[in-house]
């Protein structure tokens, strides 16, 4: 069997054989084929005129004269009746366990379709061979046999309190409408997991008689196919639930559909029917509206459209009147803190914030957590976004909600990269932009790509920053991702830097800051605003007096980033707003108290890398002033860090000064007895379990050659030579 594919080469695969197909039999069939390319060309040739013209329902299962499964039905044919029952029963729920299907069945019987490779069981789960297979032996079964798998499916699940799954299984079998099984549903399913709750509000749509209440239960079906990774299913249900007349329900599809176009990097278009949804909702249903309102923000903060924003923020908020739930009361503060750093106060939009924080542990939704992690975010205090950033992510994982995975590693990730902590933060973008292209949301895929980019070009790693860039594909396009584009200026900007081109990094700096409406981003013109000034410092000799335009970009990214570091109270943002000052100070003295100041927060925090980076600056500005000696105290403990974090084109860096300031630099061997890093142990653990060099640069979005770099420094430090030594020391 091929390499399963992912939902995007499936799409290209069948565009290539058939183009043009209307949506919902492209989404039937790669649903279908489960990723399986020889599956997906065998339906591809197979579809009828009518499915091809959207005219015939698309395909549930192999057809009778495919070859595929015809081998399928001869294999199931042979077994014994017994088996035949347990594959129907394992069919007809694709998260029964191994246990749950052992107690509605005999052992023998599993074992019977085991040792004919039709499926393999684990604990959890049991998996059709191939994925097809389990299409193929639902709905070759004769209804009143599918309908007695549901009824017994549905006595075991009651037995053992999943109520929901057998409230799913007895709809699955019900005959006609059930108005009271519809309403039973629809008030179970929030206690469920994505794709469970999803299934049991489609089915309350089927059910009832009532259309008002259909077309509610279909918004919240898409909504929960969308959590559980199902981008398309929750398409085709959004297109029914649009079609209703009904006021409240059309307005949740409509904040789905720009929660959609939100993640899939369509930030304006993603603002505009969020707002409208918002507007819509305000008065039938406020949570709701104040739900529709935050992803707004979420997209303003992309681009652009702060008025409207704080104009429909400040109608909702005014229909407040006291006794919220705490959710939703979090959520005003929320909306009522990004309406006030729109507005530049940023002491009152701190202190709505904090209260976001404040009541954070009191709820358990993994979206209202990962919107806190936001919260902290905006308050610069890393630690709290990382924590509530963990805790939302595991409650997702949990539930089912996969899509909110990538959403909380995507905070994590910027939030480890913010406070310094590059390991944590690179291994939160990496999963992050798997897990977002795997459900569909390229936009934020390319935004972790863009934090990955970043964090390469910190180290001057430009091979693997490059390839990150690529991977992102946000110069594709005219426009991009505004986030996404932003992070990948500010790591070509880091590499003009480190590679010493500052007046490069400054115009590409500029175009964060004063780029058209879109390609900015409220967040990275925040954590880029040091390199900007930085930038400007380093410009060889720095212009004594720069262009009217040129200040009037510095003054405008670095007084609002000073107000706000000095709100956040945090050391590793005082640190930088120190810096930031003394590389602006005029007078030597106060340059030099700043530099001070500067390093006296990094040692309150734990940020080496930043560290390190403010010595070398120090340093360097102590060396222009002629006081070399001074230099090189900080200018030695600047290479050392940079050594020690493995960013060798900074410690070149500190070297070049060094030598300038007059100091030899001896040249440094290999520490083979030196423990790994966390990236070097990870390369290391990859490379003992079998991958190749370009299969773990593939996986960790980094260059072949900064595996290779890599793995020979992993090889000295534990002093093996070969790749099964290397598993051999590793375990």
Not at 98 to 122: F, I, R, S, W
Not at 251 to 271: I, K, S
């Amino acid at each position: 069997m091929q390499e399963t594919l992912d939902d995007g080469a499936c799409r290209d695969l069948l565009a290539e054989r058939l183009p043009g197909l209307p949506e919902e039999l492209v989404t039937a069939v790669i649903r279908l084929a489960g990723g399986d390319p020889d599956v997906l060309i065998e339906l591809a040739g197979m579809l009828t005129p009518g499915q091809i013209r959207g005219s015939v329902a698309p395909p549930c299962t192999l057809p009778p004269a495919s070859r595929l499964g015809r081998s399928c039905r001869a294999a199931v044919a042979g077994l014994p009746g017994p088996a035949r029952r347990a594959l129907l029963l394992a069919a007809a729920d694709p998260d029964l366990t191994a246990g749950e299907l052992l107690a509605a069945t005999g052992a023998e019987d599993l074992v019977a379709a085991e040792q004919a490779c039709l499926v393999t069981v684990t604990p959890t789960e049991v998996q059709f061979l191939p994925a097809v297979l389990r299409a193929v032996v639902y709905f070759d079964a004769p209804h009143a046999r599918r309908r007695a798998a549901h009824l017994d499916l549905a006595d075991l699940l009651d037995g053992r309190g999943e109520r929901l799954r057998a409230l799913v299984h007895r709809a699955a079998a019900a005959a006609g409408s059930d108005d009271g099984l519809a309403r039973e549903l629809f008030a179970a399913a929030a206690g469920g997991t994505a794709r469970t709750a999803s299934a049991a509000y489609r089915y309350a749509a089927e059910l009832t008689t009532v259309a008002e209440f259909a077309a509610e239960a279909l918004a919240a079906a898409a909504r929960q196919a969308w959590l559980a990774g199902e981008r398309q299913q929750a398409r085709l249900l959004l297109r029914r639930a649009g079609r209703s007349p009904q006021a409240p329900a059309h307005a949740h599809a409509r904040g789905l559909a720009g929660e959609m176009d939100l993640r899939e990097g369509d930030a304006a278009t993603a603002r505009d029917t969020l707002l409208d949804a918002a507007a819509d909702l305000a008065s039938r249903d406020r949570p709701a509206a104040l739900e529709a309102l935050l992803l707004a923000g979420e997209a303003v903060h992309l681009a652009g459209g702060q008025n409207r924003f704080c104009r429909l923020a400040r109608h909702i908020l005014g229909l407040r009147r006291g006794g919220d739930p705490t959710p939703v009361a979090q959520a005003c503060h929320q909306v009522a803190g990004l309406v006030a750093m729109y507005d530049g106060d940023h002491d009152a939009a701190f202190a709505y914030l904090r209260e976001v924080l404040r009541t954070a542990p009191l709820v358990a939704d993994p979206v209202a957590l990962v919107r806190a992690a936001n919260a902290a975010v905006l308050l610069g205090d890393g630690p709290a976004a990382r924590v509530l950033a963990a805790r939302a992510v595991d409650l997702a994982r949990d539930r089912g909600a996969v899509t909110l995975v990538p959403q909380g590693l995507e905070v994590a990730a910027f939030a480890g990269l913010a406070a310094g902590h590059h390991d944590v933060a690179t291994a939160a973008a990496t999963e992050g932009a798997a897990l977002a292209r795997a459900t569909g949301q390229p936009g934020l895929a390319q935004s972790h790509l863009g934090i990955l980019a970043v964090l390469a070009a910190l180290v001057g790693d430009r091979d693997t920053a490059m390839l990150r860039i690529r991977a992102a594909g946000v110069y594709d396009s005219a426009g991009g991702s505004g986030q996404a584009r932003a992070f990948c200026e500010w790591a070509l900007a880091l590499l003009d830097l480190v590679e010493g081109r500052p007046r490069a990094a400054l115009h590409r700096l500029d175009t964060i800051f004063v780029g058209p409406t879109g390609r900015g981003n409220l967040v990275v013109q925040v954590a880029a605003t040091p390199h900007l000034i930085e930038a400007y410092w380093r410009c060889d000799p720095p212009p004594s007096t720069p262009p009217a335009a040129r200040r009037t970009v510095l003054d405008g990214a670095f007084e609002p980033f000073d107000r706000w570091a000095a709100g956040t109270g945090q050391p590793c943002w005082l640190a930088l707003r120190a810096r930031c000052r003394a590389l602006r100070a005029t007078d030597p003295h106060a340059a030099e108290a700043h530099f001070e100041e500067a390093l006296r927060e990094h040692r309150r925090g734990d940020a080496d890398f930043a560290r390190a980076h403010t010595e070398l600056l120090f340093g360097r500005d102590l060396r222009r002033r002629r006081r070399p000696g001074a230099a090189r105290e900080h200018l030695r403990r600047a290479e050392e860090t940079f050594r020690l974090l493995d960013a060798g084109p900074w410690a070149a860096q500190a070297d070049v000064e060094l030598r300038a300031a007059g100091a030899p630099v001896p040249p440094r061997p290999v520490a083979a007895a030196r423990g790994l890093t966390a990236q070097q142990e990870r390369i290391a653990r990859l490379v003992a379990d079998g991958a190749t060099n370009r299969e773990v640069a593939e996986q960790l979005f980094l260059s072949p050659r900064t595996i290779d770099h890599h793995l020979r420094n992993v090889f000295a430090r534990l002093g093996v030579r070969s790749r099964t030594e290397l598993a051999r020391r590793l375990g």
